[in-house]
């Protein structure tokens, strides 16, 4: 009996997309299933997309470069050679965990000096 090797499960990621030209088609296609979780046109007035995505994808789309990709809150950068009717691969979800983000905790205020009492004379 042949054994088929099963890539590993990942553990699921949200791609978020926005958009800033108007009619803007996308597609992300999961490379290991094949599965299409999210396939639309997109304009700057939408709202972002969020799509739930698991292992390593593909993003397809009329104009790439028009495109803001998150993947769990990070920017990802597409790369400036990429343009036009191409798609970029997107990082494997298992191999590659997400950027933590910094924690945004504002500096301490210095209290202000207590009044000085006067003195009686």
Do not use: W
Request: aromatic fraction near 4%.
């Amino acid at each position: 009996m042949v054994e088929v090797p099963v890539p590993p499960a990942s553990r699921p990621h949200q791609i978020s997309l926005t958009s800033v030209k108007a009619g803007t088609r996308y597609q992300v296609i999961e490379q290991n299933t094949g599965e299409v979780p999210g396939y639309g046109m997109l304009s700057p007035r939408d709202k972002p997309i969020v799509i739930n995505v698991k292992g390593p994808s593909e993003l397809r789309s009329s104009a790439v470069e028009n495109l803001r990709v998150q993947i769990d809150g990070v920017p990802f950068l597409i790369p400036s050679t990429v343009t036009g009717a191409m798609y970029v691969a997107l990082p494997d979800t298992f191999t590659t965990p997400p950027v933590p983000k910094a924690a945004t905790v504002p500096a301490p205020v210095p209290k202000a000096p207590a009044p000085k009492s006067k003195k009686s004379r």
